[in-house]
């Protein structure tokens, strides 16, 4: 029983050490990058209501959520998406505000889903929702702070797939769906570039030979601006040539910025959540199946909470971005800053008052007594295992024993030359 505790729930697990240090700067970074721009923080409860999250509002579906209950008997879950949170916050405390609101925040998801085999259950998220704005470049922002917030995790190569979710609807509208299994199924089929289902499924409908060719031709329309004129000239729907149009204007707004090379297009990009209307965007890299960054443009959601306004956010999934930067070997090193201080009991004196001049100094001190079963080897090992940079070895009122805990290198010093600086 005891051996079962120390093992967490599938789809969750224990970061710590060296790895949760790396995991922390790296959100500070790209934090930074959401603060140079101009968003500011939101924190929301990890859990809500479950009509927060219900089916109406298109975020996931009710069986992947991790419900549980107040003492009042009310539906909670955790939450298992932020942005439903945000648009819920954004019109209680921003109700009468008509112009641009940027909002930042970090926060953890959970998903209860058999079919995340493999996958974490719990992630991090670092996003950003810029409200109030219904501008492509509203929508070029965002893209733009993606860019800036991957190479500023180190990321050297990769690519961000635009989407518009007004693209798809809009022919799903033409071709006569309206069984909400049917829509499913056919998305399903996009969404996983299954040829021949797509083809039994349209063949079953009424529908113009333009539209036909359109739907069999989704799975391969994803590359560079040609596929965008490509579908302007298959199409005859104004709803799906003013989405096209939308992602032309975007382009040649990416330019500006300079970051048209990290651009393409995927005109059968869907997402999971039901609530985007607009641009809807990914981003990938190599060395990993999943997106890094997810976002998009839902210009109906925060109405639904009570005030009307259009909004765009991103989403960068911190653990899906730490193990790509792994997996490429350009995780950020975590520098070896921290001292140990060893001491015995007659030396605690001396001890405390060195360690209180470094933290002074804004050094970080370890003070720990000493041991009798352990060696100054011991504690070179210490050193290596959490990652501590350096020790001294107080056992006398004069003289310390100095260990770089790089190179093991070991030497004698005077309490005074250290409080000099002359070590």
Same mark, same amino acid.
């Given at each position: 029983m ?6 967490? @729930? ?6 710590y050490?060296?790895?949760? $240090?790396?995991?922390?700067? !790296? ?6 990058v959401?603060?140079l721009?101009g968003?500011?923080?939101?924190q929301t409860?990890?859990?809500e ?16 959520m991790?419900?549980?209950?107040d003492? %009042? ?7 298992p998406?932020i942005t @439903? +949170?945000?648009a819920r916050?954004?019109?209680?405390y921003?109700?009468?505000?008509? !112009? @641009?609101? /940027?909002l930042? #925040?970090?926060?953890n998801? #959970?998903?209860? +889903? ?5 996958k974490?259950k719990?992630?991090?998220?670092l ?7 219904? *501008?492509?470049d ?18 050297k190569e ?12 809009s022919l799903i509208? =033409? ?10 199924? !056919?998305?399903?089929l996009?969404?996983n570039?299954?040829m021949?289902? &797509? ?6 409908k ?7 060719e359109?739907?069999?031709k ?12 490509y ?11 003013? $989405? ?5 204007k975007l382009?040649?707004? &990416?330019?500006?910025y300079?970051?048209e090379?990290?651009? +393409?297009?995927d005109l059968? &990009?869907?997402?999971?959540?039901? #609530? ?7 981003a990938?890299?190599?060395k ?8 998009g443009r839902?210009?109906?959601?925060v109405g ?5 306004? @259009?909004?765009i ?7 899906n971005?730490m193990?790509?930067? *792994? ?30 001049y ?9 003070l720990q007594?000493a ?11 210490y050193l290596?295992? &959490? ?7 107080? =056992? *006398? ?8 805990a790089?190179?093991g290198? /070991?030497?004698?010093? +005077?309490?005074? %030359?250290?409080i000099?600086?002359?070590?």
């Open positions: 005891k051996d079962k505790l120390l093992h967490t @729930p599938e789809g969750v697990r224990d970061i050490n060296t790895e949760c $240090a790396i995991k922390l700067l !790296l959100q500070k970074n790209l934090h930074q959401l603060k721009y968003f500011r923080d939101i409860p990890s859990f209501f479950f009509d927060i999250f219900n089916q109406e509002r298109g975020t996931v579906a009710s069986k992947d991790y419900k549980l209950f003492k %009042e008997g009310n539906t909670m879950v955790l939450r998406d @439903p +949170s945000i916050c954004v019109a209680k921003y109700k009468d505000l008509d !112009l @641009p609101i /940027r930042c #925040y970090v926060g998801t #959970y998903i209860n +889903s058999t079919t995340y085999q493999g974490l719990e992630v991090t998220q996003g950003a929702e810029l409200v109030n704005d219904d *501008s492509v509203a929508d070029a922002e965002m893209l733009a702070i993606t860019i800036e917030c991957l190479l500023k995790a180190g990321l990769f690519q961000l797939e635009l989407g518009n979710a007004d693209f798809l609807k509208n =033409d071709a006569g769906f309206e069984d909400e299994e049917d829509i499913a199924k !056919l998305k399903d996009i969404e570039k299954n021949f289902g &797509m083809e039994e499924i349209i063949m079953n009424n529908m113009t030979k333009e539209l036909e359109m739907f069999l989704l799975p391969e329309l994803f590359g560079t601006l040609e596929i965008l004129e579908a302007k000239g298959v199409t005859k729907n104004p709803r799906a040539i003013r $989405a096209i149009s939308r992602l032309e382009y040649d707004i &990416m330019t500006e300079g970051f090379k990290y651009i +393409s297009f059968g &990009m869907l997402s999971k959540y039901d #609530y985007y209307t607009g641009i809807i965007f990914r990938y890299t190599y990993t199946g999943e997106a890094i960054v997810t976002g839902y210009d109906n959601l639904q909470f009570g005030k009307d306004c @259009p909004a956010g991103l989403a960068i999934v911190i653990d971005l193990l790509a930067l *792994s997996r490429q070997k350009l995780l950020p090193v975590i520098e070896s800053s921290d001292t140990l201080i060893i001491y015995t009991h007659k030396y605690r004196k001396v001890a405390i008052g060195l360690a209180s470094f933290r002074k100094e804004g050094n970080n001190v370890i007594l041991k009798d079963n352990k060696s100054i080897e011991d504690y070179q090992s290596k295992s &959490m990652n501590i940079g350096g020790l001294l070895y107080i =056992d *006398s009122n004069k003289d310390i024993i100095l260990i770089d790089d190179n290198k /070991r030497q004698i010093v +005077s309490i005074d %030359e250290i000099q600086g002359e070590i």
